[in-house]
């Protein structure tokens, strides 16, 4: 790799744990022949979730993800540009469903969802597509459910995604059970209807274990967070012994 290439890319790993600072826990029992590509991975997520659910504007996140879109066709052809591609492995992997997946979320986008079903459906064609690759990348034991990354997306969007034009996605029955418009949706804080939200979001995560460290960490800080959600506590981030245990049981679990 050359030095311009390892310094764009190291921008973009910084970004990532600046946003997903407990995948840091994660990357210490990640093997030292996979750390490339669990730093090129977690950047190349980063972007993609800040692409299709964090840019203010609506217009510029089409622009993006069509940027996306076209870059994945690249790729598939051997001609990446970014440095998070340029890094990926070259291995034989279906990029095109993945630009595909990223054009489904706008498309689904447009509605909002009338409960926690239809939300984490609306993401199923880019998580199943996502899921399919992280799993052969990474050479995964067993497939990954494509329902986990979904309800990553939709409690990642939390709670900055509340002050945006679709409110982080929560779906419209919640809205109705708790007579809260889309406008105090920012300012609940921990009111019940976060509860609620998660209560749904964990019940939707399936009991399969991940197939992949990376995703087997994501889902088990996902599942504490969701906790926290659940007993009150709001956003705070837990500690750092408490990230480093549920990224040893994810290495762990992965492990036998």
Same mark, same amino acid.
């Given at each position: 790799?050359?030095?311009?290439?390892?310094?764009?890319?190291?921008?973009?790993?910084?970004?990532?744990?600046?946003?997903?600072?407990?995948?840091?826990?994660?990357?210490?029992?990640?093997?030292?022949?996979?750390?490339? @590509?669990?730093?090129?991975?977690?950047?190349?997520?980063?972007?993609?979730?800040?692409?299709?659910?964090?840019? *203010?504007?609506?217009?510029?996140?089409?622009?993006?993800?069509?940027?996306?879109?076209?870059?994945?066709?690249?790729?598939?052809?051997?001609?990446?540009?970014? +440095?998070?591609?340029?890094?990926?492995?070259?291995?034989?992997?279906?990029?095109?469903?993945?630009?595909?997946?990223?054009?489904?979320?706008?498309?689904?986008?447009?509605?909002?969802?009338?409960?926690?079903?239809?939300?984490?459906?609306?993401?199923?064609?880019?998580?199943?597509?996502?899921?399919?690759?992280?799993?052969?990348?990474?050479?995964?034991?067993?497939?990954?459910?494509?329902?986990?990354?979904?309800?990553?997306?939709?409690?990642?969007?939390? +709670?900055?995604?509340? *002050?945006?034009?679709?409110?982080?996605?929560?779906?419209?029955?919640?809205?109705?059970?708790?007579?809260?418009?889309?406008?105090?949706? +920012?300012?609940?804080?921990?009111?019940?209807?976060?509860?609620?939200?998660?209560?749904?979001?964990?019940?939707? @995560?399936?009991?399969?274990?991940?197939?992949?460290?990376?995703?087997?960490?994501?889902?088990?800080?996902?599942?504490?967070?969701?906790?926290?959600?659940?007993?009150?506590?709001?956003?705070?981030?837990?500690?750092? +012994?408490?990230?480093?245990?549920?990224?040893?049981?994810?290495?762990?679990?992965? *492990?036998?």
């Amino acid at each position: 790799m050359s030095e311009s290439l390892q310094e764009g890319l190291q921008h973009f790993v910084a970004k990532w744990y600046a946003r997903e600072p407990e995948m840091q826990f994660a990357e210490v029992f990640v093997p030292a022949s996979d750390k490339l @590509l669990f730093h090129v991975w977690g950047a190349l997520l980063h972007e993609l979730k800040h692409t299709l659910f964090e840019l *203010s504007d609506q217009h510029v996140t089409e622009i993006k993800t069509a940027w996306w879109a076209d870059e994945f066709q690249r790729l598939s052809n051997g001609q990446p540009r970014h +440095p998070i591609t340029q890094a990926l492995p070259d291995v034989s992997v279906p990029w095109t469903s993945l630009a595909a997946g990223l054009f489904s979320v706008i498309e689904a986008s447009a509605i909002r969802a009338g409960n926690t079903e239809q939300a984490i459906s609306n993401l199923l064609p880019f998580a199943s597509a996502l899921v399919e690759i992280e799993d052969s990348l990474f050479d995964a034991k067993a497939a990954s459910p494509k329902e986990i990354f979904a309800v990553h997306c939709l409690l990642h969007r939390l +709670p900055n995604g509340l *002050s945006a034009e679709d409110q982080a996605g929560i779906p419209m029955h919640l809205m109705a059970r708790h007579s809260v418009s889309a406008a105090q949706l +920012p300012n609940i804080g921990r009111n019940g209807l976060l509860r609620d939200w998660a209560a749904e979001l964990s019940s939707a @995560l399936p009991d399969k274990t991940a197939g992949t460290l990376f995703r087997s960490a994501r889902t088990r800080f996902d599942r504490a967070r969701l906790k926290r959600l659940l007993a009150g506590k709001g956003f705070a981030a837990p500690s750092a +012994p408490m990230n480093l245990w549920h990224a040893w049981r994810a290495a762990v679990t992965v *492990s036998r």
